[in-house]
């Protein structure tokens, strides 16, 4: 979709004018993906419209292929407006104009396999199923097994307002065909009635590898073993950072972890690379943020666990070299 961002905090009835900007789950994670040295191809469906021109050349210029993006010309491109402040928060308001845009018109009919099967990972987002009948079809095609299939990542995405009058007890179904799963434990109790991130293993034993993020406490991530023991359990807490804009952390973090998994990082290191990705778009007012250097990241990363816990992340800290917006007090 494309996003506008407020040009100052209130209402929505109140702010004046407001930025052009990308937005969207699957194409935050693309982004931030490809800026991090990634080859990463967007699949979606956007209109023939203005702000499809906009999107597909915006998120080309991260680097990401966008030859799987098709152009529908009867649905127009998704938009949505939101407030500046956060979104946990009585006062954010975000208003969505996307009924009927060509991203909800995606079914396993527009998509074919071959858009998707030659890649390492494919990354689908729970609000994609909530779009439409087709949409949620589109998910269950793509999370079910057959062969040739990639390796599948989750994130479970839950936003209590696309569910209205649905049942997001659809969204474990999905999970439950992954093979890696994102979830908040917030998100967790309030889509299933899950509480803590035991629980929601239990609910979740099918993927090979499961994360529950704790918001600012950090994350826990359950690891199958092969030799058929309990799973290896990781915790790492999230460093300390002074929040400029709450959005597009989530896929930040997912970003992340994904990447550290493609270069074959220890747990330790596959979480802490998420938080310092979902650190990158707290410190920057729009979805997105641009990633550390990978030897930037590497090196925090591989802090020791007394360091790593005085690490306190500012506005500007991804810029190569300038280690005095990185505090450890």
């Not at 803590?196 to 090979?208: D, F, I, S, T, Y």
Request: charged share 25%.
């Amino acid at each position: 979709m494309v996003t506008f961002l407020p040009s100052r905090p209130g209402r929505l009835a109140d702010v004046p004018s407001f930025a052009r900007a990308i937005g969207g789950a699957e194409s935050n994670v693309a982004c931030a993906l490809a800026a991090a040295g990634h080859r990463v191809r967007w699949v979606s469906r956007v209109g023939a419209d203005g702000f499809g021109d906009h999107l597909v050349d915006a998120v080309a210029a991260y680097g990401v292929d966008t030859t799987a993006v098709r152009r529908d010309p009867d649905r127009p491109t998704g938009v949505y407006f939101r407030t500046a402040t956060d979104r946990a928060t009585d006062t954010h308001e975000v208003v969505y104009y996307r009924a009927g845009s060509a991203a909800s018109a995606m079914s396993p009919r527009t998509v074919p396999y071959e858009d998707v099967d030659d890649a390492r990972v494919l990354h689908l987002s729970g609000i994609t199923a909530a779009l439409s009948d087709d949409c949620l079809a589109l998910m269950r095609a793509l999370t079910a097994p057959r062969p040739g299939r990639p390796l599948v990542s989750f994130d479970v995405n839950h936003r209590a307002g696309l569910w209205r009058g649905a049942d997001p007890a659809v969204l474990l179904d999905l999970a439950r065909g992954a093979d890696l799963v994102l979830t908040g434990d917030d998100e967790a109790e309030a889509a299933w009635g899950l509480r803590g991130a035991a629980a929601v293993r239990e609910a979740l034993p099918q993927p090979a590898v499961l994360v529950v993020k704790h918001g600012a406490r950090g994350a826990t991530v359950y690891a199958r073993r092969a030799d058929g023991e309990p799973d290896a359990v990781t915790f790492a807490p999230a460093p300390r950072v002074d929040v400029v804009a709450p959005v597009g952390a989530g896929d930040a973090f997912a970003a992340g972890f994904l990447s550290a998994t493609l270069r074959g990082l220890d747990h330790t290191r596959r979480l802490r690379h998420g938080h310092l990705m979902a650190a990158a778009a707290l410190t920057v007012p729009g979805d997105l943020g641009d990633p550390p250097a990978t030897a930037h990241a590497d090196r925090l990363a591989g802090l020791d666990d007394d360091a790593w816990g005085r690490l306190h992340l500012g506005p500007g800290w991804t810029r190569t070299g300038e280690d005095q917006e990185v505090r450890t007090p």
